[in-house]
């Protein structure tokens, strides 16, 4: 079993930056993918971004340029390092990993951002 846990979520104003963390333990060896969801309310949970075990990034493309995703593999942990934050940001940001090129078989319990001034 995996356990992913994040951090870093919170009230930012608009324009503002905040960086998540998500921890990975357990059966890490049983991870590849791991990834950013968010889901704002009354919407559908959507992919932010994605990085494998070998560093390959994808984003979403309405956030390139603004959302940056790293990834380091010695627990394994990511980041997610958000700038220029919209209120259109706002939303739960979830952790997802999988032991394959497609993350969502585990899941982190979620982390609130807000953006508003």
């Known amino acids: 079993q995996v356990r992913l846990v994040e951090s870093g979520g919170g009230l930012v104003q608009p324009g503002g930056s905040l960086r998540l963390s998500c921890a990975a333990s357990g059966s890490i060896g049983n991870i590849n993918a791991m990834a950013w969801f968010r889901q704002a309310p009354g919407k559908q949970r959507e992919l932010v971004a994605l990085i494998t075990n070998t560093g390959n990034a994808d984003y979403a493309d309405s956030l390139k340029g603004r959302f940056t995703i790293s990834r380091d593999n010695a627990r394994p942990t990511i980041f997610l390092q958000m700038n220029n934050l919209k209120p259109d940001d706002t939303a739960v940001y979830y952790c997802?990993?999988?032991?394959?090129?497609?993350?969502?078989?585990?899941w982190g319990q979620g982390t609130q951002v807000t953006v508003s001034s």
């Open positions: 997802s990993a999988g032991p394959g090129q497609w993350p969502g078989i585990y």
